[in-house]
């Protein structure tokens, strides 16, 4: 078993930055990867970034390249997401997630196997 809790969700303005967070705990040597994913009102639930639990990979959406970084504090069993010029369209319930089952993709929420609560993030205009 893996326990997810995210925090550090909130309600910004259009170009503010939040960092969410999201500590693990329990079997976490178990990890393979870490994933962040995103559910906006009435849409399907879509990837935002993964990375290794080693931290060696890191991989984004195209929608936030350039704009998310994604890391690991390993001492923390903790995994960020650094949101800069955060826009509108950004705004949804944020889950974390791991996936014990090495698999290649890491942007499919079908290969995760633990998830977070959710946090909500709201962008205003």
């Known amino acids: 078993q893996v326990q997810l809790v995210e925090s550090g969700g909130g309600l910004v303005q259009a170009g503010d930055s939040l960092r969410l967070s999201c500590a693990a705990s329990g079997r976490t040597f178990s990890i393979y990867t870490m994933g962040w994913f995103r559910q906006a009102p009435g849409k399907e639930r879509e990837f935002v970034a993964a990375?290794?639990?080693?931290?060696?990979?890191?991989y984004y959406a195209d929608s936030v390249k350039g704009r998310f970084t994604i890391s690991r504090d390993s001492a923390k069993n903790t995994v960020y997401l650094q949101m800069n010029s955060l826009k509108p369209e950004d705004t949804a319930v944020y889950y974390c997630?791991?996936?014990?089952?090495?698999?290649?993709?890491?942007?499919?929420?079908?290969?995760?196997?633990?998830w977070g609560q959710g946090t909500q993030v709201t962008v205003s205009s």
């Open positions: 990375i290794s639990w080693s931290g060696s990979n890191r």
């Open positions: 997630a791991a996936d014990l089952t090495y698999s290649r993709n890491y942007d499919d929420d079908q290969e995760y196997e633990y």
